[in-house]
């Protein structure tokens, strides 16, 4: 589709999420991400984006590392779908590398989201299952069970490789690795839900054996006392 898949440039490493208020958090996690090896991406969210906007973000991280970054928007893929092109265009100027979608809005969106972010050279991470508790009917959410399946074939057949599960939930990470993930092996799977939402690396990584893993870390390591020595600690546990 005219991108690297694997655009992190690595099997396994430490995504650090900037769910920071100010600009000045992002530029001192960047430059954390920037001294510690293991450390693949910057993702920054709404949060940052609506208060300065995506370019200013990009700038403050590419001054002091040349991690790429991944902007989530929360949740991107759930518009009509002709707001596909001029997102994945908003993101390309700015200087974004990979987009996560959360495509609720149904298939046609997913599919023009998908093509547009492929069209602008930029990487589709598409998103499966959300970390909290509630999110499939079956849990008590809104989601109906299957849809995940629905959304992951789909995504597979446009050319993504790139894909969100739920660390705190090893069972589904091991449903979708082993399923139907299984036929892009190895896939690109980034899984938020460590630290304070209670996800388990050593659990996570077992379930997804086989593909790139990814786990997403921010609070536990922006909000420690000591983000060097619990950034060191994380990425001590996806080493062994």
Known sequence: ?????????????????????????????????????GVVAIKVGFSLALRYGLPPLVKAVKEVTGLPVIYDHQKAGTDIPAMGKPFAEVCLDAGIQGIILFPHAGPKTLESFIKATFDCKLTPIVGLVMSHEAYLAGEGGFIIDDAPEIICRIALSA???????????????????????????????????????????????????????????????????????????????IRA
């Not at 099997?11 to 960047?30: M, P, W």
Request: with cysteine.
């Open 1 to 37: 589709m005219g991108n690297n898949p694997n655009f992190l440039g690595e099997d396994r490493g430490i995504i650090l999420a900037a769910d920071v208020s100010h600009i000045n958090d992002l530029r001192k996690l960047a430059e954390l991400g920037s001294q510690v090896g």
């Open 159 to 237: 050319g993504v490789r790139n894909f969100v599960l739920p660390g705190t939930k090893p069972d589904i990470i091991a449903k979708y690795c082993q399923g139907s993930l299984s036929a892009a092996k190895p896939a690109n799977i980034m899984m938020p839900g460590f630290g304070s939402q209670g996800g388990l690396i050593a659990r996570a990584f077992e379930a997804s054996r086989g593909h790139f893993q990814f786990p997403i870390i921010g609070s536990a390591i922006y909000k420690s006392a000591n983000p060097m020595a619990a950034l060191e600690q994380f990425v001590a546990e």
